[in-house]
């Protein structure tokens, strides 16, 4: 096995809050371990391209706490070719790069996988994306971060829709997965949360507000999770408004706010740790793992389980809102 001396550190996919923090995890805790550190730019977009530079201490210096990624992102549809791959290959020959640390969603740690296959390169991949959907950790890096934004902005349309009396529909992200709705309703005070996995039908929905009417609440909020299998989020407040004609529907969609802003305490903890965990990892021998988070600790989780298998919303979390919001 090639004796490890430079890295390359990407992040990859939809930014997330913390991802600076894991770039200066993994650059400080390389350079500590006397490995030259390579960032590359715009995620495996920049590996095709050749967007390459070395980083130091200094270049991670007072990053911890800002949001977005240093090192910028993309989503390849190049890297998804055969043709697009052999372009990175050729960017990590030119830079000497012995193993690569990927910091991304699903798709990027896909991407890895088959990279590490095609061309025998050790990949470490770094769970960060606000969707919190990839199997094998309890967290991603920038899940809590959105998950606070987003319960801070229900609690501000809240107020309005108090004062009003107004019927909620709140959309948020999260791509195919429900943990951003299902736990912003909870930390919310939400009357209910559409998620992809549960298939709410408009009979439901029609049952969770008449409760709240039925209690003379005078505001509901629903939190409806992205996801097209959910219905969309206009569909159902066109049905409120049928329904219920004597209430006010409104809808927000939250939107970009939610990858944005300062990453918290948290998401700068976990970070930190999978990226000191990471470089760990590649000492020990590890190739082709995520770095994960299981029960407060570190654990590796082959790219083959973090890519394929499903991470449900726990059905805990489901009943919850359900006895809450009676
Ligand atoms: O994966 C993170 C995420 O913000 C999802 O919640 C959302 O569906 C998607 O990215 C949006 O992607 P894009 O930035 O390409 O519009």
């Not at 934004?149 to 501000?156: H, Q, R, Y």
């Not at 939190?223 to 299998?229: G, K, L, N, R, T």
Request: net charge negative; aromatic share 6%.
């Amino acid at each position: 096995m090639k004796q490890i001396s430079t890295i390359g550190v990407l992040t990859s996919g939809g930014d997330a809050p913390g991802m600076n923090a894991a770039i200066r995890a993994v650059t400080r805790s390389a350079l500590c371990a006397g490995l030259k550190v390579v960032g590359i730019y715009r995620g495996f977009e920049g590996l095709i391209n050749n967007e390459c530079g070395e980083l130091t201490t200094q270049s991670v210096s007072n990053i911890i706490q800002r949001g977005g990624t240093i090192l910028k992102t993309a989503r390849s549809k190049e890297f998804m070719t055969a043709e697009g791959r052999k372009k990175a290959y050729q960017t990590v020959k030119r830079y000497d790069i012995d193993a690569l640390i990927i910091i991304g969603g699903n798709g990027s740690l896909t991407g890895a996988e088959i990279f590490a296959k095609e061309y025998d390169i050790p990949c470490i991949g770094i769970p960060g994306t606000i969707d919190n959907d990839i199997y094998g950790t309890d967290a991603t890096i920038g899940y809590d971060t959105a998950l606070n934004t987003i319960v801070e902005a229900v609690d501000k349309i809240r107020d309005t829709a108090c004062s009003h009396d107004r019927i909620f529909f709140v959309e948020v992200m999260g791509r195919d997965a429900g943990f951003l709705a299902q736990n912003s309703a909870i930390a919310a005070g939400a009357e209910a949360a559409i998620i992809p996995e549960e298939h709410t039908t408009y009979d439901q929905l029609d049952d969770f507000i008449s409760r709240g009417v039925r209690k003379n609440k005078n505001s509901s909020i629903v939190i409806v999770s992205e996801s097209p299998a959910s219905g969309g989020i206009m569909n159902y407040a066109d049905r409120m408004k049928q329904a219920f004609p004597d209430y006010d529907v409104r809808v927000t969609i939250l939107g970009y706010l939610q990858r944005g802003g300062k990453p918290s305490a948290y998401d700068r903890i976990l970070a930190s740790r999978l990226g000191v965990a990471a470089i760990e990892a590649l000492q020990e021998g590890q190739r082709n793992v995520m770095m994960g988070i299981d029960n407060d600790k570190v654990v590796y989780v082959p790219f083959s389980r973090a890519t394929k298998m499903d991470k449900p919303v726990e059905q805990e979390l489901i009943n919850i809102l359900g006895v809450l919001s009676n």
